[in-house]
């Protein structure tokens, strides 16, 4: 067993492990594909996404705002259907109104009280700002991909939260929904990880990219984890 009394800084993902993204993803989307008569299973739903959102993040650098629209545009192209500007600009748009897991705010809060706290999120800096009062913690840092300038799994973001936080890697435990985006890039700079296995539609992996690795710690959610630190 991982010995959680041994760090003094967590990190988190955001969007999938403290947020219900996939609800919101759901509430966005499905809409626009029911208005040009579109039908597509969840899982398919979330795989699609997960592709057409990594492939938007290769590259030159987009704000995340406009990843996701080009999301939109992608399911259009996918599925043949034309979307119109407020449909592809609804799903960024829909970020303020994504909620969190009811398990999110309690953990949280249990964990602030024994550790310094850190978001490290694949987002904009005004998109968490409008997430960030749902979290019901002030977080000790808040490093996204637009302050690095790159998405996760980039080293890049990682390192910025290191310089940040000013944790060292054996005292830092990163928090993640995703395998691809959190727990592979982590633990290649010797962080430990947890990964938040969250049930899905698409098993392992939800919205994000499939991967397979191995976290030092698996946990359904994250009051599981608040109760293993306590």
Known sequence: MLD???????TFDCYGTMIDWETGIFSALRPILAAHKKSIADSALLEMYSGLEASAEQGEFLRYRDVLQSVVRGFGERLGFSPSAAEVRSLPD????????????EALRKLKS??????I???????????APKLGVAFNHVITAQQAACYKPCMKIFKLAEERTGATRDQWLHVGQSIYHDVIPAQSLGIAT????????????????AAAGKPELEVPDLRTLAELAS
């Open 121 to 131: 999120s694949n987002v904009d800096d005004d998109l968490f700002a409008a997430t």
């Open 94 to 105: 829909s970020l303020a109104n994504w909620l969190p897991f009811p398990d999110t705010v």
């Open 114 to 119: 024994r550790y310094q706290l850190a978001a």
């Open 194 to 209: 947890v990964w938040v296995n969250r049930p899905s539609p698409r098993p392992g992996s939800g919205a994000a990219k």
């Open 4 to 10: 959680l009394t041994r760090f003094k800084v967590l």
